[in-house]
T-cell receptor, first 113, second 108 residues
Framework: DSGVTQTPKHLITATGQRVTLRCSPR?????VYWYQQSLDQGLQFLIQ???????AKGNILERFSAQQFPDLHSELNLSSLELGDSALYFC????????????FGDGTRLSIL | GQNIDQPTEMTATEGAIVQINCTYQ??????LFWYQQHAGEAPTFLSY????GLEEKGRFSSFLSRSKGYSYLLLKELQMKDSASYLC?????????FGTGTRLKVLA
């Protein structure tokens, strides 16, 4: 158990819809990262928050947004969903120091029908 | 640009030794991480290198050469449970760049 909690585990929805994925980091971790992993693809970095502030952005679509709340949990909002958004979405957390590894949640599997 | 290259797939026999290579080109370098990921599961941390040289952790070792932009993960005494994808990741200033991973199949 990594200590990172992601909900829901599975999500099935239709094109054009909007969903929210939730992540609670490990106790004490200030950094939260979001990744997208499509079938047989690598992890694509989406966005990072540190103690409530956006710190780095990757290849995140404009239809996607995220935030980190004062209690450090984070949400990733995906809107106007397309078939190609079907993927595993991982959240990871770390203490923020450069030598600290990321700890990953079990992911949310998003299926767009 | 930023790029990480790893072989797509490797096959080895139970009990053998396998070396998974990773080459990288990134702007900024604050360390290289190796993760193991079983199919459909979360990546789990294996090792971290920031200085040149070899880091050993039980059956797993990781090597880094910063001047060559090169790392490898060495797995000894392979077990069937080592069948998984192995992800190389470089930390820049804030971002982590992940390779697409090397799928390792361990055969009996």
């Amino acid at each position: 158990d990594s200590g990172v909690t992601q909900t829901p585990k599975h999500l099935i929805t239709a094109t054009g819809q909007r969903v929210t994925l939730r992540c609670s980091p490990r106790s004490g971790d200030l950094s939260v990262y979001w990744y997208q992993q499509s079938l047989d693809q690598g992890l694509q970095f989406l966005i990072q928050y540190y103690n409530g502030e956006e710190r780095a952005k990757g290849n995140i679509l404009e239809r996607f947004s995220a935030q980190q709340f004062p209690d450090l949990h984070s949400e990733l909002n995906l809107s106007s969903l397309e078939l190609g958004d079907s993927a595993l979405y991982f959240c990871a957390s770390s203490g923020g120091e450069v030598d600290q590894p990321q700890h990953f949640g079990d992911g949310t599997r998003l299926s767009i029908l | 640009g930023q790029n990480i290259d790893q072989p797509t797939e490797m096959t080895a026999t139970e009990g053998a030794i396998v070396q998974i290579n990773c080459t990288y080109q990134t702007s900024g370098f604050n360390g290289l991480f190796w993760y193991q990921q079983h199919a459909g599961e979360a990546p789990t941390f294996l090792s971290y290198n920031v200085l040149d040289g070899l880091e050993e952790k039980g059956r797993f070792s990781s090597f880094l050469s910063r001047s060559k932009g090169y790392s490898y993960l060495l797995l000894k005494e392979l077990q069937m449970k080592d069948s998984a994808s192995y992800l190389c990741a470089v930390r820049g200033t804030y971002k982590y760049i992940f390779g697409t991973g090397t799928r390792l199949k361990v055969l009996a």
